[in-house]
């Protein structure tokens, strides 16, 4: 028991946090497999561990400290980090977990833990055992790649519950995507929400300076549907984007 009050503060620790906790390869090995047979702590995958609550016998960690420890440098993004923000329309069981190095998906306590790669590593806040996207990165992920926050539908009614988003933080991210693509998009949908997120005009402004005169579908299957063509940002569009919301219709990337 020596060992537990600091595994409670860990909550989900690595084979190598044990070694460094008892200085000693060997140690460590026996600590982690005395506390296992005492159900003091389990394995989650290979060489990763979560420690279980004398009280509650489940673990201490949560699905976004699981997830922050998933590979060195991990982060909580996509549909996970607008959960954790607290902007979810749907509580999903995968959880999206971004890295350099790569993971296998692993489950553990019926939920699926996924591998985003990823080449940024900014925009990300630290709390409590988690490393998650900001809301203004979160919102960039989710525009750029909608199938990873739950499709359009779900993306908009994320960004719907949002009372502001920084403006200057938007640009950095966007700026280290570096796609024109993204520009447009990412200009195109939040114009619907420029007051209720209260963007400026020279935010839309700095998008539409990236834009060339390459047209391009919001979504690919845009094309069998009805669209419209929306000059400013150089796209084509649904006739009315924020109708999926009202109707509750799906649309897919």
Request: aromatic share 14%; with cysteine.
């Amino acid at each position: 028991m020596k060992y537990y009050p600091r595994l409670i503060d860990l909550a989900c620790f690595t084979r190598d946090d044990v070694e460094a906790m008892t200085g000693n390869r060997a140690t460590s090995h026996s600590v982690i497999e005395a506390y296992k047979k005492k159900r003091l702590i389990e394995s989650v995958r290979r060489d990763l561990f979560v420690t279980i609550s004398f009280e509650t016998k489940q673990p201490v960690a949560n699905r976004y400290v699981i997830a922050s420890h998933a590979a060195p440098g991990a982060y909580v993004a996509y549909h996970s980090a607008f959960e954790y923000h607290g902007l979810a329309n749907q509580v999903y069981y995968e959880v999206y977990a971004a890295s350099k190095s790569r993971f296998r998906t692993f489950e553990h306590y019926g939920l699926t833990y996924r591998h985003v790669p990823t080449f940024l590593d900014i925009g990300l806040d630290a709390e409590n055992g988690v490393r998650v996207t900001d809301l203004e990165r979160t919102v960039i992920d989710g525009i750029n790649n909608f199938e990873k926050v739950g499709g359009l539908e779900e993306l908009l009614l994320c960004i719907g519950m949002i009372p502001y988003l920084d403006g200057r933080k938007l640009i950095d991210y966007l700026n280290a995507y570096g796609t024109v693509f993204l520009y447009q998009k990412t200009g195109y949908i939040l114009e619907h929400y420029q007051e209720a997120l209260k963007l400026t005009d020279s935010f839309f402004d700095a998008c539409r300076s990236k834009i060339t005169k390459s047209k391009r579908y919001l979504y690919g299957n845009l094309q069998r549907e009805p669209h419209a063509q929306n000059k400013n940002w150089a796209l084509y569009t649904p006739v009315d984007l924020l109708a999926v919301t009202r109707k509750g219709a799906f649309q897919d990337e």
